[in-house]
């Protein structure tokens, strides 16, 4: 058994004729909370296709996700794939309350680290309100705190040839014939240094809770729920994704789903 089920996921697969066009054709059953009004949404909701090089020209470096207030939370986030991981050494570290918990960080960095949550919360924070839009057709508007990836990886010195920033979590996703798969995302070095990419250990105004992805999960706020990896474990910088699961940059994507997934 796995702790995700993928009965939700069949009819998506199935259905699945190219990856960018699942991740457009996703937007168009976002509830009446989508922004409507966003003339670049709009442009990239009708622009099938649409490549990662066009979506970053549309978008540009730093443009940023529609932050929310307080009075749009209508709803708690709402828990999606894994929920609570059965892996032995989740299990361990949840039932301490996470207080050996250590993100580490290593790959192609002047320094590696190995940060505590005390150590994560003693860095400056940042809190946004966002709206979180899964692939299934769902959103959910909620208030999101952590501390910025871009401070995490200042302290751990990148490359310059450094690309991508890997994710490594605890939970397994699936259990094939092969060994159990692991959740596992990527982005690149520019969403990476974004702004609105926080590491959040707090949901609402709460201590993030284990269906949420405890004690520490990615927040990517212009790409789609897959993307914002939950029960983050280690990050690895590195140069390219091919070496990760079956190359393709996430569990998702090696199953067809599209890489970028911006919205
Ligand atoms: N480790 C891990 N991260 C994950 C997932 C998962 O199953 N495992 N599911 C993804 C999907 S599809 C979504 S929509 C969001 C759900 O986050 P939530 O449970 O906080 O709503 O987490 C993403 N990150
Ligand atoms: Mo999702």
């Given at each position: 058994m796995s702790d995700f089920d993928p009965a939700r996921r069949r009819l998506l697969t199935a259905g699945l004729v190219g990856a960018s066009s699942l991740a457009v054709s996703g937007c168009d059953a976002f509830d009446m909370l989508s922004d409507r009004d966003n003339a670049v949404r709009n442009f990239i909701e009708g622009a099938n296709g649409l490549t990662y090089r066009a979506q970053r020209i549309l978008l540009g470096r730093d443009a940023l996700a529609?932050?929310?207030t307080?009075?749009?939370?209508?709803q708690p986030q709402r828990p999606n794939g894994v929920t609570n991981p059965s892996d032995a050494d989740y299990k361990a570290l949840a039932a301490e309350d996470f207080k050996a918990y250590r993100l580490e960080v290593s790959g192609m960095v002047g320094a590696r680290l190995s940060l505590s949550l005390d150590d994560l919360q003693a860095m400056p924070s940042r809190s946004q309100i966002t709206r979180h839009d899964c692939v299934e057709g769902w959103s959910c508007i909620?208030?999101?705190?952590g501390v910025a990836l871009s401070a995490v990886l200042e302290r751990a010195k990148p490359a310059q040839s450094a690309r991508f920033v890997v994710f490594n979590c605890f939970d397994t996703i699936e259990r094939g014939l092969s060994g159990n798969i692991k959740y596992y995302?990527?982005?690149?070095?520019?969403?990476?240094?974004?702004p609105q990419t926080i590491l959040a250990y707090g949901l609402n105004r709460k201590v993030l809770p284990v269906s949420n992805?405890?004690?520490l999960r990615l927040r990517v706020e212009r790409q789609l729920g897959y993307k914002m990896a939950k029960y983050v474990r280690s990050i690895e910088l590195v140069d390219r994704l091919t070496p990760f699961?079956?190359?393709?940059?996430g569990y998702w994507e090696d199953?067809?789903?599209d890489w970028y997934a911006g919205i």
């Open positions: 529609k932050e929310f307080r009075a749009d939370i209508l909620a208030e999101w705190s995302e990527s982005i690149d070095m520019m969403d990476a240094y974004h992805g405890a004690p699961g079956l190359g393709k940059g199953r067809g789903y």
